[in-house]
């Protein structure tokens, strides 16, 4: 029972991923044929689009009162940005060299956002205000603080999604509009069926294998919701761009951590039950970052031994999550 939940549970997290890219593609063509501006629903929504499928699990796992599973997956999607991703696209491509100052301000921005609702939970619980203090958080950080940031990972979007040629399963999409409005909501019902029963799924197989239902989200499905950021990773890099490889990872953390977790926790406050998993996940993420910004902070670069060690560390977070 429980590997037939697994096995259902990885292809409903590919059909999210799916459906994220179809919604992404869609939005990218009619904002270009309706000519919407370029940083209200080019940049901002197209740069969100490896965030689309945690956060309509999110969204989805609120509404049906199991808040717990976002946390969860949010936390565990982004240690896997940071150790699993990261690093192993790094190790298979070989070294990745980073130009630029923006590391000074975009991997600070994105350690604050991540660790920020680890703060806010102190008490136990993550309430409706924490929620719109995340969300503010995020606001500020797509509206203003870092616009340059999105427009870079939206202009790289519109070479085509990452997901998109990842898997293609979907014929050529037509460009007239009618029919992508058409994809559009196909996109949007596919994202909250799949989410829904990725949610209903986690919460069977919590009950059944006696596992709670954070510890699903932090490695289960996690894993399945970062396959965007990984295919987006090997994209940018193949494409010479190691910047989009660093800004994509950092900024979906930043996506993840706030604006994630802070619809989730608006639409059903968050108390935090499986409170041993959650700091040691939580400590986890800190060492982890913490390591991945002083490799590359030290040389602007990424060495194939040193995502090799960000692999270790996620290997290591797995096996002592389930001893």
Same mark, same amino acid.
């Given at each position: 029972m429980v590997p037939a939940l697994i096995i259902l549970l990885i292809a409903f997290s590919l059909l999210l991923i799916k459906s994220a890219d179809l919604l992404v593609v869609s939005l990218r063509r009619l904002s270009r044929q309706t000519k919407t501006g370029v940083f209200a629903l080019s940049a901002l929504l197209l740069a969100l689009g490896t965030s689309f499928p945690e956060l309509f699990v999110g969204i989805t796992s609120a509404i049906e009162k199991a808040p717990n599973l976002s946390l969860g997956v949010v936390l565990g999607s982004n240690i896997a940005n940071i150790s699993l991703v990261a690093g192993l696209t790094a190790f298979i491509t070989g070294r990745v060299v980073?130009?630029?100052?923006?590391?000074?301000?975009?991997?600070? @921005?994105?350690?604050?956002?991540?660790?920020?609702?680890?703060?806010?939970?102190?008490?136990?619980?993550?309430?409706?205000?924490?929620?719109?203090?995340?969300m503010a958080a995020y606001g500020a950080y797509a509206t203003s603080l870092f616009r340059g940031r999105y427009l870079e990972?939206?202009?790289?979007?519109?070479?085509?999604?990452?997901?998109?040629?990842?898997?293609?399963?979907?014929?050529?999409?037509?460009?007239? +509009?009618? +029919?992508?409005?058409?994809?559009?909501?196909?996109?949007?019902?596919?994202?909250?069926?799949?989410?829904? /029963?990725?949610?209903?799924?986690?919460?069977?197989?919590?009950?059944?294998?006696?596992?709670?239902?954070?510890? !699903?989200?932090? @490695?289960v499905i996690a894993v399945g919701t970062s396959l965007p950021e990984l295919a987006?990773?090997?994209?940018?890099?193949?494409?010479?761009?190691?910047? /989009?490889?660093?800004?994509?990872?950092?900024?979906?953390?930043?996506?993840?951590?706030?604006?994630?977790?802070?619809?989730?926790?608006?639409?059903?406050?968050?108390?935090?039950?499986?409170?041993?998993?959650? !700091?040691?996940?939580?400590?986890?993420?800190?060492?982890?970052?913490?390591?991945?910004?002083?490799f590359i902070r030290t040389k602007h670069r990424l060495d194939r031994w040193e995502a090799a060690l960000l692999v270790l560390f996620y290997v290591f977070f797995v096996v002592m999550t389930f001893i």
């Open positions: 980073v130009q630029g100052d923006f590391l000074k301000r975009d991997v600070l @921005i994105a350690f604050i956002a991540g660790i920020l609702p680890i703060l806010l939970v102190l008490d136990g619980k993550l309430g409706r205000v924490d929620g719109l203090i995340l990972i939206a202009g790289a979007h519109k070479k085509e999604s990452f997901v998109y040629r990842f898997v293609r399963q979907f014929n050529h999409i037509n460009s007239k +509009k009618t +029919k992508e409005f058409g994809r559009l909501f196909i996109g949007i019902a596919l994202l909250l069926f799949s989410a829904d /029963m990725i949610v209903k799924l986690s919460t069977k197989l919590a009950t059944i294998a006696d596992i709670p239902i954070f510890v !699903i989200g932090l @490695i987006f990773s090997f994209r940018s890099l193949k494409d010479h761009e190691p910047s /989009m490889f660093f800004g994509n990872l950092l900024g979906s953390t930043i996506a993840n951590s706030t604006l994630v977790v802070g619809a989730t926790s608006f639409i059903h406050p968050i108390e935090v039950k499986a409170l041993e998993e959650y !700091i040691f996940a939580a400590i986890t993420f800190i060492v982890v970052f913490l390591s991945y910004w002083l």
